[in-house]
């Protein structure tokens, strides 16, 4: 059965076998406690600020601040997500933080260029909206990339089955 078993680990491709070894290994489930931590600590920071308000804020800093405390959750729910995964998932995560990453930035972007708008100058909503393109341009780009790299590893995986039957 050893015997089997180290037969098996050798038909494993070696870039595969590479891959997943940085999915599990010591240093990227540490990544993910950091940021789990830094989401955790940011919204629970944010949420004790808004908790210790003397005065209820206005209704805009309200929802900012719901909006950042959501974001700071969702960053620590999927760190704890991934972390209690205890399998390779082939670049499932890579793909639900980039998602995670776009959806902030674009609200971020639009909340942004709304205030400009609403309150400064031409030159202000001009430098938001280009600031924003940017980084929406470079989260979609990060999308983009995690899925290339999902459907290779996928596909390495899939041509390991195949090789194995």
Same mark, same amino acid.
């Given at each position: 059965?050893?015997?089997?078993?180290?037969?098996?680990?050798?038909?494993?491709?070696?870039?595969?076998?590479?891959?997943?070894?940085?999915?599990?290994?010591?240093?990227?489930?540490?990544?993910?406690?950091?940021?789990?931590?830094?989401?955790?600590?940011?919204?629970?920071?944010?949420?004790?600020?808004?908790?210790?308000?003397?005065?209820?804020?206005?209704?805009?800093?309200?929802?900012?601040?719901?909006?950042?405390?959501?974001?700071?959750?969702?960053?620590?729910?999927?760190?704890?997500?991934?972390?209690?995964?205890?399998?390779?998932?082939?670049?499932?995560?890579?793909?639900?933080?980039?998602?995670? &990453?776009?959806?902030?930035? %674009?609200? *971020? /972007?639009? #909340?942004?260029?709304? @205030?400009?708008?609403? =309150?400064?100058?031409?030159?202000?909503?001009?430098?938001? &909206?280009?600031?924003?393109? %940017?980084? *929406? /341009?470079? #989260?979609?780009?990060? @999308?983009?990339?995690? =899925?290339?790299?999902?459907?290779?590893?996928?596909?390495?995986?899939?041509?390991?089955?195949?090789?194995?039957?």
């Amino acid at each position: 059965m050893s015997e089997q078993n180290r037969a098996a680990q050798r038909a494993v491709p070696e870039q595969l076998e590479r891959v997943l070894a940085t999915e599990v290994s010591l240093r990227s489930r540490l990544r993910h406690v950091a940021v789990g931590l830094a989401g955790g600590c940011g919204a629970a920071m944010i949420a004790v600020l808004w908790a210790t308000e003397p005065h209820a804020p206005p209704p805009h800093t309200q929802a900012v601040f719901a909006g950042l405390i959501a974001i700071g959750l969702a960053w620590a729910v999927f760190a704890g997500w991934v972390l209690s995964r205890r399998r390779p998932l082939f670049a499932r995560d890579r793909v639900l933080s980039a998602r995670i &990453a776009l959806a902030a930035t %674009v609200v *971020t /972007a639009l #909340a942004g260029v709304a @205030l400009a708008a609403v =309150r400064g100058s031409t030159a202000d909503l001009v430098a938001t &909206a280009t600031g924003g393109v %940017v980084f *929406t /341009a470079a #989260a979609m780009l990060t @999308l983009v990339r995690a =899925r290339h790299h999902r459907r290779e590893l996928l596909r390495l995986r899939d041509a390991l089955r195949q090789d194995a039957s």
